[in-house]
């Protein structure tokens, strides 16, 4: 048996090592949160709730079937406990501590600032369709960067600039951006955009002014139904190409990508098509990633509301994912080397959403209600929103064998939660053990380099 990846910091403490007794052997299996992936040289299995990652050989799985060695090694390591062992409290007690654990905040370091509520585009799915097109004003701006300052605590902060299409309004983050620097704090920032309005000019204003580090785009199809779907304002101009041309642009300045496919039954096989254009447009561009996401709301017929068309979906959605994790497009994004105690920024103490009006929210879905606090108000935020944020969904019947159970939290008020599906736990599952393999593979990788750079070093 060999460790990729030992019990996390500081569980490996906490938990100590598992007993086992050798005349039980026949009554000891798998933890719940322990997934496998067979690989040529063996199998890879790690564990969701210490994020401890090891392989066997073959020789060694069928010993342990047999109550053999390394089965020992195993049940001290939590990957293999007793038959009547309550998976699910043990979890439930490790991310309590988890959690426990975490310093005090004092400072929100995290940003998602809309520069405005208007867009270029017209997607039919639009959540915010029917908001109000609000741009944030100089005086707005020149609150937010005052704010920022003052309540990061002299730590670098982090911000997502998100609209609408914030590039409507670039005069808001270049404000920012201009008094953060001004008052000596230190920012990366991310954007979330249609990705249309970029040029050559802007991207290098965006590279060093507002040091941007990666850009979110959603491509919908190919061209025809790419640009059906967008129904950008702009006449006489291929919005597809356009942006295309302008994800190379990003890509040339070391500017990250991460491609979004939003997927229902009106586009899924158009995104295969889609899918090879990519692949054969951006073949050997470092810093391109593409995930495929289905179109969500609660309030939207869309496929996911179907059981049959449902299916189909997920599907459609394993294709796709499997053909740019093979062109080395996909990225890594449900295989944690941490103890997941918050979903996102909603029930994050350091994150805050920052409206053109100047109110505070936790969630971007939230544009015009649930507020938490505003810049005219300082740090005095609304405990009873905040507290509401972090509520979440009491567990159903599938969590108690769920094996990515140690890191799913799902929100009242999160709208993106489309449900918890077989489809979409069976998802989750390929997707957490093709990323297995990629981490093994890459740790591979840059162990065998380590070996050769000391054997070429001199006596």
């Known amino acids: 048996m060999r460790e990729i990846f030992p019990i996390i910091d500081p569980f490996d403490k906490l938990l100590g090592e598992q007993p086992y007794s050798q005349y039980t052997w026949e009554r000891y299996r798998p933890l719940t949160y322990c997934i496998t992936e067979h690989i040529p040289e063996g199998v890879l299995l790690f564990n969701t709730m210490t994020k401890s990652m090891v392989l066997l050989s073959y020789a060694e799985m069928e010993s342990i079937r047999l109550g053999g060695a390394p089965l020992s090694e195993l049940v001290e390591n939590w990957f293999y406990v007793l038959e009547d062992h309550d998976d699910k409290t043990l979890c439930q007690q490790v991310r309590n501590v988890a959690k426990m654990l975490l310093p005090p905040v004092k400072n929100i370091t995290g940003y998602t600032i809309f520069t405005t509520t208007d867009c270029n585009a017209r997607c039919f799915y639009c959540f915010e369709k ?59 920032s991310t954007m979330v955009s249609n990705g249309y309005l970029f040029d050559s000019e802007i991207v290098r204003k965006a590279k060093e002014m507002w040091k941007l580090r990666n850009v979110q785009i959603t491509l919908d199809g190919t061209e025809d139904v790419y640009n059906k779907t967008k129904a950008f304002i702009h006449k006489g101009v291929n919005a597809f190409r356009r942006v295309i041309g ?85 990225r890594n994004s449900l295989y944690r080397r941490y103890i997941k105690t918050n979903c996102c920024m909603a029930d994050n103490h350091m994150s805050l959403t920052i409206l053109p009006s100047g109110q505070f929210g936790k969630c971007e879905h939230y544009m015009e209600d649930h507020f938490v606090g505003h810049l005219d108000k300082g740090g005095l935020f609304d405990q009873e929103e905040l507290a509401a944020y972090r509520q979440t969904h009491p567990d159903i019947e599938e969590c108690e064998h769920c094996p990515i159970y140690p890191d799913c939290i799902r929100l009242i008020r999160c709208d993106s939660f489309f449900g918890c599906y077989p489809e979409s736990r069976n998802y989750a599952l390929n997707r957490l053990r093709s990323e297995m393999r990629a981490v093994y593979y890459a740790k591979k990788i840059n162990a065998d380099q380590d070996s050769a750079t000391d054997e070429s070093k001199p006596c």
């Open 246 to 330: 302008n994800i190379h642009l990003l890509l040339d300045a070391d500017i990250t990508v991460d491609i979004r496919l939003n997927i229902d039954t009106y586009n899924s096989d158009d995104l295969l098509d889609l899918s090879g254009l990519l692949v054969k447009e951006f073949s050997g561009k470092r810093g391109l990633y593409v995930y495929v996401h289905p179109l969500f709301g609660s309030n939207m017929h869309y496929a996911l509301h179907d059981p049959v068309k449902r299916k189909d979906i997920f599907v459609r959605m394993e294709q796709l994912q499997e053909t740019f994790d093979g062109a080395g497009m996909g």
């Open 130 to 188: 029917s908001a109000k097109r609000i741009p944030m004003s100089s005086a707005v701006a020149e609150k937010t960067a005052e704010f920022i300052a003052e309540h990061c605590g002299g730590k670098e902060v982090s911000l997502s600039w998100f609209g609408g299409e914030p590039l409507y309004n670039m005069g808001a983050i270049d404000i920012i951006c201009c008094r953060l620097e001004e008052r000596g704090v230190s920012f990366r």
